[in-house]
């Protein structure tokens, strides 16, 4: 049986119990340097636990996967939030899950606006970076430092994410 989950539009709200959205459309925002630049100031928090913890920042260089996705595997990162923030304006695919008692639980599947990234919260089951189309490069935002920040879970049945 094929477990099919479609992907539905990146939003605050629908997010909210996973992470943070990082775009524009932010109330807390002023003009620094003379109003020659607009900084939405806040948009997430990172988050660094456990011994020598400190946050990385990095580049990703990320290739497509083939659409529908085929979803067999979601991780997680105990000690540390991860943020992405494609640096380009093209969209890509979300899924997150709720943890259950036996691991992670039904996939939510959202697609980001273009210019849209997103921060997931510690300890947040989450798919793998899925840009869709083409390759695209992310900024990266993460903890660093000493301890096992990654779980990872297999699904006995893998899930098909299906764009809209």
């Known amino acids: 049986m094929t477990r099919i989950i479609t992907a539905r539009p990146l939003t605050r709200e629908a997010f909210a119990p996973f992470g ?6 932010w109330e807390n925002h002023f003009p620094i340097n003379n109003g020659k630049c ?8 990172a988050e660094a636990e456990g011994p020598n ?4 920042i990095s580049l ?5 996967y083939e659409l529908p996705l085929t979803l067999t595997m ?3 990162h105990p000690l540390g939030s991860q943020a992405f923030m494609p640096l380009s304006l093209r969209p890509f695919l979300v899924v ?7 691991g992670p639980g039904t996939p939510h599947a959202f697609l980001t606006a273009p210019g849209q990234g997103v921060n997931y919260h510690r300890n947040v089951w989450h798919g ?7 390759p695209q ?5 993460d903890r660093g430092g000493e301890g096992d920040n990654l779980e990872e879970f297999h699904f006995v049945e893998p899930w098909e994410i299906q764009l809209p």
């Open 20 to 25: 943070d959205v990082l775009d524009t459309d």
């Open 38 to 45: 607009e900084r939405f100031h806040g948009l997430a928090r």
């Open 53 to 56: 913890a400190h946050v990385l």
């Open 60 to 64: 990703f260089k990320a290739t497509p």
């Open 74 to 76: 979601v991780e997680r």
């Open 96 to 102: 997150v899950c709720h943890d259950g008692p036996d």
């Open 128 to 134: 793998v970076l899925t840009p869709i189309g083409q």
């Open 137 to 141: 490069d992310f900024l990266v935002v």
